[in-house]
């Protein structure tokens, strides 16, 4: 099992930055690919960016460029920096792990960002 604990949401005025932080416990052999998705009110959740262990980010369209998503394996997080927050990023911030082989999917709580215009 993989527990998962987000923080560092809240509001914020558009053009500005937060910091989302996610700490990992728990079994965290086999945990290849971690990552943040978020779920605006009445849409279906989304990706907003992963990280494989070693590997290359990879980015919705919607934030390549203010957003970057880094990974500390020794302390097991996660991180998203966003910056030139936008209206549209307003919604509950997820932070998600994969286990290899398995493919069993974990999820955080989440956190709301709220971006004021």
């Known amino acids: 099992q993989v527990q998962l604990a987000e923080s560092g949401g809240g509001l914020v005025q558009a053009g500005g930055s937060l910091r989302l932080s996610c700490a990992a416990s728990?079994?965290?052999?086999?945990?290849?690919?971690m990552g943040w998705y978020r779920q605006a009110p009445g849409k279906q959740r989304e990706l907003v960016a992963t990280i494989i262990s070693g590997g290359t980010p990879n980015y919705d369209d919607s934030v390549k460029g203010r957003f970057t998503i880094s990974r500390d394996n020794a302390e097991n997080t996660v991180a998203l920096q966003m910056n030139s927050l936008k209206s549209g990023d307003t919604g509950v911030y997820y932070c998600?792990?994969?286990?290899?082989?398995?493919?069993?999917?974990?999820w955080g709580q989440g956190t709301q960002v709220t971006v004021s215009s």
């Open positions: 728990g079994s965290m052999f086999n945990i290849y690919l």
């Open positions: 998600y792990a994969r286990q290899s082989v398995t493919l069993r999917e974990y």
